[in-house]
């Protein structure tokens, strides 16, 4: 098989690769897509006194299919005088953005479809075009609400991708580094309490927000507000076009969720089996203290799976911490959504400009001069008695 | 090419928030709300037309689906203002005054949940509105057992209640959250230690429903009662006028509670505090009228003639319902059927507010205007 592979010409290799690599992305996105939806609907069930799906597969973890397969059957309905191009290009262009994003992602140790240098500008960019996608959509629908929801999504996400990108910045200047995979590195190698979430908990918290806003969830839903404007820009669109908009939005919630357990949780990082076991044994043997039967034992299964540490096994392990970290901030996400009421356009415009965007601004000034004292002092020693703590030592490494 | 400057928007018929079927037309200046009208009809069922041709009896059912939200308070209202008729005739047993002013203020407590979850919903949050939802069925549950329907309730007779209340249904004052859709004791214990608390914490001490409220939709007072409002938005204008202490009717005069009134100048959190409070307000009174229902049995059925023919005459009636002042004009020529009723409804009233509070709005408190004043299409229209 490596011979074939490697007896192929290169053009042939980059398109094969290619082709399987998005092929593999497109499924995963639909794979989330299916669970996320569910996991919503049994989210808001589980806090307002209902029950959620319960009928198609077990206890209803299955609903996305039938869903999908209904919308699909369904009849297109395509009102009078709507700018065809816009209106049927429109969920495309949604669902490009939110799948792009999956490019660059690390899933895993070393598992990244495109391991692009420039990896947070590809993101900035690539939020871009979704709000091209609701400006064409409420554009052609030819209907008054969806114009004005697309007027909305438009300021509104506009607005907040400048805040969203400058919270990011303090991430980035302490691993100096736009690429993705050099930020997941950076953090295994601070350890624990050195992922971003800590040294960088303005920009963490600005981040939330701002993409909060930027992927159109409650409280900050306001191009599709219901209870305003029917569904916004996605009014008059029925079938798998309307589809299309719901696959967008869950891809783009996963997707978002994944870039900021990448930044800020330490991506796939996370203790393994043998790692694991090794800690309890030492536990057990009163940290080296003394040594007991149980200490012992658990320890030796921890070097006989020793195995696990390296290969698939870390790889696997990496992608189940990853999935774990992405998914606690699509609950996040959620539990947000059933809990928030809207808040009013202005008020939102008022909180990106005046408030987030300066914030943002401030954190990149406070971490250039943090990080510039912890590096060239190498931490500030402050001694109590025999102790020597060394202030930011965080921020040093 | 001409150019439009404003964007004339229909909010309804069919519209996800407009509580019932109502049209309101809104003309936009980019979000700004620069004219707002409502257009109402689309729910008119002919209720005092009909009346004319029906026994008084037969009219209470009618009275139950104008506001359908709160129906008890529709059937004290024309019930009283026909014993009026009759003047000494129909003596109403003291047991079943008190089972009404229960029953008028337990509606009027599930009526304020639906009217705070609807208005949360409004806002964008939506699960307060299930638990409004929550707790308002194991009221239904109650109502249920005592009168035989969920929503539409048909019990309030001329001369009293048409039947007593059934064993066990008061409760006792330790009963707790698990006897909530049992007891009527249970439920406002239930209400008072755990409904209220939580709605205070979810949504009126949250800092974005506080945003979308505060300074919004502001009626001042002399505008409140140059319009007729009544009600929580009359008292979140800060005008403190409630029939049940000002012109006492059934035997309000007897419960303590106290009538709040809003603070900052009738905005839509103002209207939100009345209402909020009034349920507990409403709490208060049901504990007292349980007090006294749980000592006095007796009758609940005055002496009424078989075929009730008031004297000739007319009457005008006004009592406090859940959504402000219900009132009916009834007049007799001295046969069975009423010559003319009369219904005045306080959403209609308030529903003329609209055009003019919403302009200079964004048109997202539009919404939160249009919950904030609670209206009922079904009462709206008749």
Known sequence: MVALWNNLPHLVQIWLLGLGKGSLILVWCLANFAFAMVLERKVSAWMQNRVGPWRSGLHGWLQAIPDLLKLFVKEYIEPRNVDRPLFILAPLVGFLSAVLIWLIVPIGPGGTAMNLDIGIIFIAAITGYDVIAIFMAGWGSNNKYSLLGAMRGAAQMISYEVTLVMSIIGVVMMVGSLRLSDIVEAQVNRGFFGWFLLPQIIGFGVFIIASLAELNRAPFDLSEAESELVSGYHTEYSGFRWAVFALTEYIHLVGWSSIAATLFLGGWSGPNLPQVLQGLGNILNGLGAFTNVAGDAVSNAAVSIGFMNTGMWAWAVGFIWFALKTYLFVFLAMWIRWTLPRVRIDQLMDLGWKFLLPVSLFNIFLTGVLRFVAVNYNGLPVSLGSFTLRLLGLWAN | ?382
């Open chain 2, 1 to 382: 090419m001409e150019q439009a400057k404003e964007l004339l928007v229909n909010m309804g018929p069919q519209h996800p928030s407009t509580h019932g079927v109502l049209r309101l037309m809104v003309k936009l200046d980019g979000e700004t709300v620069t004219w707002c009208e409502p257009d109402i009809g689309y729910l008119h069922r002919c209720f005092e037309k009909l009346s004319e041709f029906k026994t008084y009896p037969q009219v209470i059912p009618f009275t139950d689906r104008t506001d359908y939200l709160a129906a008890i308070t529709n059937e004290l209202c024309f019930v009283e203002g026909t014993e009026k008729l009759f003047g000494d005739a129909i003596v109403v047993p003291e047991r079943a005054q008190y089972i009404r002013v229960l029953l008028a203020e337990f509606q009027r407590i599930c009526s304020h949940l639906l009217a705070l979850g609807a208005m949360a919903m409004d806002i964008g949050a939506i699960t307060p509105f299930l638990y409004a939802w929550r707790d308002r069925e194991k009221m239904y549950s109650l109502f249920e057992r005592i009168t035989g329907g969920r929503m539409l309730y048909n019990y309030l007779r001329i001369g009293g209640v048409r039947n007593d209340l059934p064993a066990g249904i008061l409760g006792t004052p330790t009963d707790g959250e698990d006897k909530a859709d049992q007891t009527i004791w249970g439920f406002i214990n239930y209400f008072d230690s755990y409904v209220w608390p939580q709605w205070e914490a979810l949504v009126t001490d949250n800092r974005i429903f506080q945003w979308r409220t505060q300074d919004v939709g502001k009626l001042s007072a002399a505008n409140a009662i140059a319009y007729g409002a009544s009600g929580a938005v009359l008292r979140g204008s800060g005008v403190k006028f409630d029939l049940r202490k000002n012109l006492p009717n059934a035997i309000y005069d007897r419960f303590e509670f106290d009538i709040p009134v809003g603070k900052a100048g009738g905005d839509c959190f103002d209207r939100w505090i009345v209402r909020a409070e009034e349920m507990r307000q409403s709490s208060r009174i049901v504990k007292q009228a349980l007090a006294w229902l749980a000592e006095n049995p007796g009758e609940t059925m005055g002496k009424v003639p078989r075929i009730l023919k008031p004297p000739k005459g007319e009457i005008y009636h006004r009592i406090e319902g859940a959504r402000g002042e219900v009132s009916c004009y009834i007049v007799s020529d001295g046969g069975t059927n009423p010559y003319k009723v009369k219904w005045r409804s306080p959403c209609f009233v308030h529903l003329q507010l609209m055009p003019l509070i919403c302009p200079g709005q964004k048109i997202a408190d539009v919404i939160a205007i249009l919950g904030s004043i609670d209206i009922v299409l079904g009462e709206v229209d008749r």
